[in-house]
């Protein structure tokens, strides 16, 4: 079987939910090619351009983003107010097709599967197409025609795709996909053994993803630096040493400990009791994996609102508007440990395990459909 996965390099969740699909479809003896829409179906240039405006709006103009998501979801995928958007890279989409000749495609990202989307409106018969939902919320730009399939996080996102006109039986709940280790059970004992960490107080763990200047960690650090019990805290700035240094001097002589970019994040969750961090796609679904309960802040204006609503909907998470709120739930949290059980629990009920093992099945399945 012949896979191609589209991707984009939007955040670091879209490439991280490939990455374990990839693996996912290679346990099951498929044949894989991951490709990066924009930097491999339209050009670097635009690639290295387009990411440096979404990451400048973020960093500077998030209330702008938030606007832009909003209007997005007003609009249909292949509305012409999109300008075409939808449609860039579909030149050399259909050619990749042509010379893969894939079983199947499997979209990570929005655009490439509204590329596929514009390909199929031109009656070009295409393999089948699943689209797999990397965030918490229903968005218009993930509705497309000619998707086959949709595999969704959770059971109400799920309704969600449906009240907007996707047939049912096009939906599935899958969980999103999360790295091998994530599904692996794992002794927080022992971590917190490795990481140096005592087994007598609790430990909070903070991030806001690779790239942490887009969260508000100095506000973390400065609750952190607040509270009237003891704690173990731990810091993760990823691949901004600047903040690095920043939180460092922030938080010296507290026992905060900071560190930059962490790949091995599944150490560090089983390690901690609680994770402050905002509500990023990807982080969200690896601390369900996890069990990790969740106090939500600094989250960002567009999905991140959304993955905030629905983890609070849903009871796995705490969130907090300003600084003194994050230090009295922060207190609370660590006070009350039936607190941080109802939310373990409420996470358990929304956990999909083995989710990228599902959707491959839920690939397959369709392939099977189409023979």
């Not at 079983?103 to 295409?126: F, N, Q």
């Not at 730009?141 to 059971?155: E, F, H, K, T």
Request: neutral net charge; charged residues 20%.
């Amino acid at each position: 079987m012949r896979v191609l996965i589209l991707t984009a390099s939007y955040g670091s969740g879209h490439n991280a939910a490939a990455g374990s699909l990839a693996t996912a479809f290679t346990d099951r003896g498929a044949s894989v090619t991951v490709v990066d829409h924009f930097r491999e179906l339209v050009h670097p240039v635009f690639d290295r351009a387009s990411r440096s405006v979404y990451m400048a709006l973020l960093r500077r103009a998030p209330m702008l983003w938030g606007a832009a998501y909003a209007l997005g979801d007003w609009l249909p995928s292949d509305s012409p107010l999109a300008f075409g958007m939808t449609r860039i890279g579909t030149g050399r989409l259909s050619a990749l097709l042509d010379e893969l000749e894939p079983d199947a495609v499997v979209s990570v990202h929005a655009t490439p599967a509204a590329a596929m989307s514009a390909l199929a409106s031109e009656g070009r018969r295409l393999p089948p197409h699943t689209t797999v939902v990397t965030d918490f919320v229903a968005h218009s730009q993930w509705l497309a025609r000619g998707i086959d399939r949709y595999c969704v996080a959770d059971a109400d996102i799920g309704h969600e795709f449906v009240a907007r006109g996707i047939p049912r039986e096009r939906v599935v709940v899958t969980g999103v996909p999360v790295r091998a280790e994530f599904d692996a059970a794992a002794d927080g004992a022992a971590a917190r053994q490795a990481l140096g960490l005592s087994g007598h107080l609790p430990v909070v763990l903070a991030m806001a993803g690779s790239n942490g200047s887009v969260g508000r960690l100095p506000d973390v650090a400065w609750a952190l630096t607040r509270l009237a019990r003891p704690v173990q805290a731990v810091l993760v700035a990823g691949h901004d040493g600047a903040l690095a240094d920043t939180l460092t001097r922030q938080t010296a002589g507290t026992g905060v400990r900071v560190l930059g970019f962490v790949p091995e994040v599944r150490s560090l969750m089983a390690a901690a009791d609680l994770l402050i961090t905002k509500a990023g796609g990807m982080t969200l679904a690896e601390a369900i994996a996890t069990e990790l309960p969740l106090l939500l802040y600094g989250s960002l204006p567009g999905q991140e609102h959304h993955n905030e609503r629905f983890a609070a909907r849903a009871g796995i998470a705490l969130a907090a508007r300003s600084k003194r709120e994050l230090v009295r739930l922060l207190e609370r949290a660590l006070a009350e440990p039936e607190l941080l059980e109802h939310l373990r629990e409420s996470v358990r009920r929304v956990r999909h395990p083995r989710a990228a093992q599902r959707i491959v099945d839920a690939v397959v399945e369709q392939r099977r459909l189409h023979s």
